[in-house]
């Protein structure tokens, strides 16, 4: 197919504060009409085998594989490799094993006031993408990730940082070329070739996230992700 809309960022319940089946990202998905996702657990990759066998029933959709690692200094999107990189280690680190890996990594949210890496690292971090749109962030922090994507001429990508049924989608990654597989899908990333679309978050949904959030790291008995 050319090109073609994919949610880059998703959380399965192989990630402490999701409730999502891999099921349940196949059905969401598949009704807002993309032709794949990657799966972008935190520090995990448990959920890979499971989400390959689930997707058999949708042929033509592909499965990114990738992780979300914590960093110190923020959190990291990588795909294309099947070991999660040690987590809570420094960025520049933990950039070092992704290139032995051979994955392509790209910042999650750096304008995020929890998790993200913020300005500094966002300009100078040797990334090859920048999360441009996230579903849980405000119109603020997703156009300065814009910016910065333009500026440095890094991939711009789009995901929904999905943890819930309804939220796949939101944001998602438009790919400009010809997908055939998760390779090309690759391919596509180190050049560039890419833009992030979706709809920001707004006041009640930020609210309503992180009441939720508060509740869910009390459960977990304050630990983080």
Known sequence: MQGGRFDLHVHTRASKDSSLSVEDVLRDALVQGLQGVAITDHNSVAALPSARKAFESAPGFLLLPGVEVSTREGHLLVYGIEKAPAAHRPLAETLDEVARLGGVPVLAHPYRWAHGVGKELARTSRVLGIETMNGRNSEVPNAKAGVVAASRQVAATGGSDAHERGSIGRCF?????????????????????????????????????????????????????
């Open 173 to 225: 990654t438009r790919f400009s070329g010809e997908v055939r597989n998760a390779e090309d899908l690759l391919e596509l990333l180190r050049h560039g070739h890419t833009q992030g679309e979706g709809r920001s978050q707004g006041l009640e949904g930020r609210v309503r996230i992180s009441l939720k959030n508060a509740g869910k790291r009390l459960l977990r008995g304050l630990s983080r992700v």
